[in-house]
């Protein structure tokens, strides 16, 4: 499967941003989705991810404030990102996990064999 993400910017603190990550290949439907960020000089870090059962599931720096969905008509999985914060800024990745479960995700990158490019996102304070 091939990702291709889009929808970074720079953007001000308290602003709203939608990244989106569409597939090729095979179907999300068939993936665990996930969405990971890496600042400059951090680890990757999981952000959100959808099982395969449909339920999602957020980091805590994301909950509250980030909402993954899918839309399986685009095979695309969307980030809404609301209330930014300038330490949200890094580059966000969209991922898909072949052996997700159907009850829970993987946090691990380690286990996502399938990447997108990344997209910026800056926020300014």
């Known amino acids: 499967v091939q990702l291709q993400a889009s929808g970074g910017g720079l953007v001000q603190a308290g602003d709203s941003l939608r990244l989106s990550c569409v597939a090729s290949?095979?179907?999300?439907?068939?993936?665990?989705p996930a969405w990971f960020r890496q600042a400059p000089g951090q680890e990757r870090e999981w952000v959100a991810a959808?099982?395969?059962?449909?339920?999602?599931f957020y980091s805590d720096a994301a909950k509250g404030r980030f909402a993954i969905s899918r839309d399986s008509t685009k095979n695309t999985v969307y980030l809404q990102m609301n209330f930014l914060r300038p330490e949200d800024t890094a580059v966000y990745s969209c991922?898909?996990?072949?052996?997700?479960?159907?009850?829970?995700?993987?946090?691990?990158?380690?286990?996502?064999?399938?990447w997108g490019q990344g997209t910026q996102v800056t926020v300014s304070s």
């Open positions: 959808i099982s395969r059962n449909g339920d999602t």
């Open positions: 290949g095979r179907t999300f439907a068939a993936y665990g």
């Open positions: 991922a898909a996990d072949p052996r997700a479960p159907v009850v829970g995700v993987h946090t691990n990158p380690d286990q996502y064999p399938y």
